[in-house]
């Protein structure tokens, strides 16, 4: 651990503490707006294409590698924004509603937000590759294994930020949904509104970021003008990268075509719209990174190739959706107090997986890691499944009570949550350590894009799962109360095993594809 890799950590970390309001996000949704398990799953899709976007603001950073802070700025702007409209709907919903209706508002919310975050993580990934050194503190080169040891360990650390973050955020979900459940609706909805309020420390973590490594920057030049250098060298070295990055048009022309291409679409309202702007988003995207596989060896643009092939089938599963966690709500008794035991127990383990896992990923490769990821994953949704079918009752009745639901719950979650991070930082230390030095974050970013958008395509499969096997809670009128929407998860159970079999089928027919074509992964 260096002190010039904290900027970019704070930064990572700040992206870890908006998982903050996911348990009221959750609970707000499910009790206040008449919002299908569809409907959200698509609204996923939409919240995910920002994320295509980091390729051009990736570039844009090494372009205007001096001015990055100002989008770090912008985003937190937005993420204010974002966070500020989530405290009007609960504090004010009267005053919000007159303006327009409240789920226009959480849209527009659920909008806002990803902007902000990609944004700032754009600039966090070419942080890291700024804070490793390449030179001692006498001036002498360090060597090459070393400098790849430093990148995997910054790339790991950064991970450790974005869950230490959400372990942050765990705890004061803990503290605040204490007792919780005894109390009535009214208090709350107060928790729900405190809860959005300590949320605005995100824009301001990310933030003091980024003053901290102009405070790291200043020390530095005091440093090197110490040690005899002239005024206009210190400035190369602490402001320039090491090679000068010309415009790439290709990227920059064809993000605009992307952009353009996404709002002409979505602003139309042409039926599969969806579909459209992410064949166009793969399509767009795909191209570009072919031409940034020109600036690789055959050797090596062969690995990186396979290795987002391999990747990006694996994060494209789809997910039961919003039904799930409906479900356990209603029919298991999950509480909001529980629920943040649940996630306070998913990020400590996470956080232990990364240190736990450290061997095993940085001698494995991604195609190795994604086949143990996708059997273990498969393995540990069978006590859901079981569950649904009434396993905790049987167990319950076996063990005195003792395993029941919760039990059975926080086991699975105890062997899930070492994983959740395993498949990305060889990856990301393989770009670091690969990347010409002059397009670091822009290869950065045409990873982060390209495996960004199979989350969209996640969302769009959980849509269309969910559009067959249709899950709904109760929903009630926001003003009488009424009971408009009755609760049927009469279907769960089979979209339970649908996602199961997707999920273990087609990433082990990506890599045997992957192979069967002569590529390989990191």
């Known amino acids: 651990m260096r002190l010039g890799y904290l900027p970019p950590l704070m930064v990572y970390c700040a992206a870890g503490v908006s998982g903050l309001t996911g348990i009221v996000g959750t609970f707000f949704i499910k009790d206040y707006l008449g919002l299908s398990a569809a409907f959200l799953a698509a609204l996923g899709f939409w919240a995910g294409i920002p994320w295509a976007l980091k390729m ?123 007792g919780a459940e005894a109390l009535p609706e009214a208090a709350k909805v107060d928790i729900y509104l405190r809860i959005y309020e300590l949320a605005l420390v995100i824009p301001l973590l990310s933030v003091s970021g980024v003053l901290l490594a102009g405070v790291l920057k200043r020390r530095e030049a005091r440093r090197l003008a110490a040690l005899g250098r002239d005024r206009a060298e210190i400035e190369r070295l602490l402001h320039e990268p090491t090679e000068k990055t010309a415009p790439n048009w290709w990227i920059l022309g064809g993000s605009a075509v992307f952009v353009a291409f996404t709002l002409g679409i979505g602003l139309s309202g042409v039926p599969y719209g969806q579909e459209i702007i992410f064949a166009g988003s793969f399509g767009i995207i795909g191209f570009m990174i072919t031409r940034l596989l020109r600036e690789l060896s055959p050797e090596a643009a062969r690995t990186l190739l396979g290795t987002v092939i391999v990747i990006f089938i694996f994060r494209a599963m789809p997910g039961p959706g919003a039904g799930a966690s409906w479900w356990m709500i209603d029919e298991l008794g999950f509480d909001q107090s529980f629920l943040s035991r649940l996630d306070l127990i998913t990020s400590l383990l996470t956080l232990a997986g990364l240190f736990l896992f450290r061997r095993f990923m940085a001698e ?115 003003v009488t109360r009424a009971v408009t929407t009755p609760a049927d998860y009469s279907e769960l159970g089979v979209l339970l095993l649908a996602v199961t079999a997707i999920g273990l089928l087609l990433p082990l027919a990506a890599i045997l594809l992957t192979r069967a074509a002569g590529l390989k992964s990191a």
């Open 56 to 178: 051009p603001i990736g570039h844009l950073v090494d372009l205007l590698w001096r001015y990055k802070a100002g989008l770090v700025y912008l985003g937190a702007l937005l993420i204010t924004a974002s966070i500020a409209i989530m405290i009007g709907l609960i504090g004010s919903p009267g005053a919000m509603r007159a303006v327009m209706p409240a789920e226009a508002w959480f849209v527009l919310s659920v909008l806002l937000s990803p902007v902000g975050y990609v944004m700032q993580d754009a600039v966090a990934d070419a942080m890291t590759v700024e804070a490793v050194p390449h030179f001692d503190e006498r001036g002498e080169r360090i060597g090459e294994d070393q400098v790849r040891l430093m990148h995997t360990t910054m790339q790991m650390l950064g991970r450790v930020a974005i869950i230490g973050g959400t372990v942050l955020v765990s705890f004061a979900n803990v503290v605040m949904f204490q």
């Open 364 to 478: 494995k490769s991604i195609a190795h890691i994604v086949v143990f990821l996708t059997l273990a994953a498969t393995l540990l949704s069978l006590p859901i499944i079981g569950m649904y079918h009434g396993l905790h009752h049987w167990t319950a009745s076996h063990t005195g009570g003792v395993v029941d639901a919760r039990f059975i719950a926080i086991a699975n979650t105890a062997l899930e949550s070492p994983l959740g991070q395993v498949s990305m930082v060889p990856m990301l230390a393989w770009i670091a350590n690969s990347a010409p030095p002059h397009l670091k974050a822009t290869f950065f970013a045409v990873m982060a894009s390209f495996t960004n958008l199979a989350l969209s395509a996640s969302q769009l499969g959980t849509k269309y799962l969910n559009e067959i096997y249709v899950v709904s809670r109760e929903v009630r009128d926001a």
